[in-house]
């Protein structure tokens, strides 16, 4: 990102509620605000209906981080738009069709029903946010049943695998940094419990369609530690990484480009999923 994009993008944010127009322009991607199911999402999509790549090209699916739902441990923010958009730069950096997929609140204001701090605290991860997520996706997919593969950062990570686990289609699955138990990760950092959130870890129930996972943990991680999502992980049979070099948000992007994005392209291929 440059300084000047940079710039623009912090004050949106310092302001009252982003709009997505105030997102520094890049003129690969388009931009809407679809309606889900309960909640408005910001979508941007890149390469979706590029007719210059070869074959039926797998699509792409990104979820952002939390963002920032506490000004502190005591006050609510007023806009959980984040402030370090990891997933955004993944999918900028993804030469494939792909889809950045905002999730409830974040991008589009705070102050439409049902938009209410609920669904970015304690509720980030609650049915309602899912189903929601799950309905503007359907509506931005193009209709010619394409491979799909999500990427998930942080929060995000976990609604990519609660998403990828009610789909009846398969599907691959890359989590960054992922809570995958949110019950062991808020009791760990002596948060308050995300009460009314479905938690991967006991509450993920696979379809019918195949699934394929890979976990990616930071070494330095204070946030997220491997740890966390034991349980989930004892569950299923997945693929784990650790990042000698990563923390919570570093590095990511790094290693997207030069390993991240052929591992999910291999997951997909692995499933049958990609040309």
Not at 157 to 167: K, N, R, T
Request: hydrophobic content about 40%; glycine content about 8%.
């Amino acid at each position: 990102m440059t300084r000047y994009a940079g710039f623009v993008l912090m004050s949106c944010l310092l302001l009252s509620g982003c709009s997505p127009l105030n997102l520094p322009h890049d003129s690969q991607e388009t931009r809407e605000v679809i309606q889900g199911q309960a909640f408005r999402h910001l979508v941007l999509t890149r390469h979706l209906r590029d007719s210059g790549m070869s074959g039926p090209q797998p699509i792409f699916v990104f979820l952002e981080n939390d963002g920032l739902p506490w000004q502190t441990p005591t006050i609510v923010s007023n806009d959980p738009t984040p402030r370090r958009p990891v997933a955004l730069g993944l999918f900028r950096k993804t030469e494939a069709p792909a889809i950045y997929l905002g999730r409830p609140c974040q991008w589009v204001g705070t102050f439409d029903p049902p938009c209410h701090p609920y669904f970015w605290t304690h509720g980030r991860f609650h049915p309602d946010v899912v189903s929601s997520l799950i309905a503007a996706l359907e509506k931005t997919l193009p209709r010619d049943n394409r491979p799909l593969i999500f990427v998930g950062h942080s929060g995000g990570g976990a609604l990519a695998v609660l998403i990828a686990h009610a789909l009846d289609r398969p599907v691959a699955v890359v989590t960054l940094a992922a809570v995958l138990d949110h019950q062991k990760w808020t009791t760990r950092l002596a948060l308050s419990p995300l009460s009314g959130s479905l938690n991967t870890a006991t509450e993920a129930r696979r379809s019918r369609g195949a699934l394929a996972e890979l976990h990616v943990f930071g070494a330095l991680d204070e946030v997220v530690k491997r740890d966390d999502a034991a349980a989930y992980l004892s569950r299923f049979a997945v693929e784990t990484l650790s990042l000698p070099q990563a923390d919570h948000n570093c590095c990511w992007e790094s290693w997207w480009t030069a390993e991240g994005f052929g591992w999910a392209k291999r997951l997909a291929l692995g499933l049958g999923l990609g040309p």
